[in-house]
Nanobody
Framework: QVQLVESGGGLVQPGGALRLSCAAS????????MGWYRQASGKQRELVAT???????HYVDSVKGRFTISRDNAKNTVYLEMNTLKPEDTADYYC???????????????WGQGTLVTVSS
């Protein structure tokens, strides 16, 4: 019905930057909140940042001032600009969207498949 596809992960040195993208497709009526989560090896998945349809953002304390979440509603896409990356940012990054589908109208929580970010020298 609705799919999320992330891209932009990779290997970067400490202090470097990456930009993640997550595009939604399918029977999309409206996308409400969108967000990025991450899961490091051996740890639980944690919230990184969220953004409402109107653009209100929220960040976990550990990324404030370094990461920026944004979205393009016309493209059904959410972005995560990551700067001053640290080794502890290494994780699989997942996007999530709260979607109202069309025909039939349903409320869905949709997750992407994840993209790996590795911060290492």
């Amino acid at each position: 019905q609705v799919q999320l596809v992330e891209s932009g992960g990779g290997l970067v040195q400490p202090g470097g930057a990456l930009r993640l993208s997550c595009a939604a497709s399918g029977r999309i009526g409206v996308i409400n909140d969108m967000g990025w989560y991450r899961q490091a090896s051996g740890k639980q998945r944690e919230l990184v940042a969220t953004i409402t349809r109107g653009g209100t953002t929220h960040y976990v304390d550990s990324v404030k001032g370094r990461f920026t979440i944004s979205r393009d509603n016309a493209k059904n896409t959410v972005y995560l600009e990551m700067n001053t990356l640290k080794p502890e940012d290494t994780a699989d990054y997942y996007c999530k969207a709260l979607v109202i589908t069309t025909f039939p109208a349903r409320s869905l929580e949709v997750w992407g498949q994840g993209t790996l970010v590795t911060v290492s020298s």
